[in-house]
């Protein structure tokens, strides 16, 4: 429902807020289950993901929350930055690149 959805988001911010990235992505993957709030939670999970240093896996995320019909423009366009970040991150230049230019069309 909304309001456990709700739940699910206030704690999984406040567990990732805390440092808590594995209680942060099971409140998030719970949240990810409402087709509304699908795109958030999934960047939330890579963001987590990205905090504990699983780049692979916050990549995963971050292009299954791109790839959902529902991501609006502002948030395929974050997404596209968050990737370039985590690209950037792995030494994969030619890849940031790519995701940078995409947010550069955008913005």
């Given amino acids: 429902s909304g309001a456990d959805g709700g739940s699910h988001a206030d704690l999984g911010i406040a567990y990732k807020e805390m440092g808590l990235h594995d209680a942060a992505i099971k409140e998030f993957r719970l949240l990810a289950q409402d087709g509304k709030r699908e795109v958030f939670a999934l960047t939330m999970m890579g963001e987590c ?11 995963i995320q971050y ?37 940078f230019e995409k947010v550069a069309r955008r913005d």
Avoid: I, M, W
């Fill in 49 to 59: 993901y990205e905090l504990k240093g699983q780049l692979a896996d916050a990549v």
């Fill in 63 to 99: 292009k299954k929350a791109l790839n959902r019909p529902s991501a609006t423009d502002v948030e395929s366009t974050l997404l596209y930055y968050l990737l370039g970040k985590v690209f950037e991150q792995l030494g994969d230049r030619k890849e940031a690149l790519y995701f």
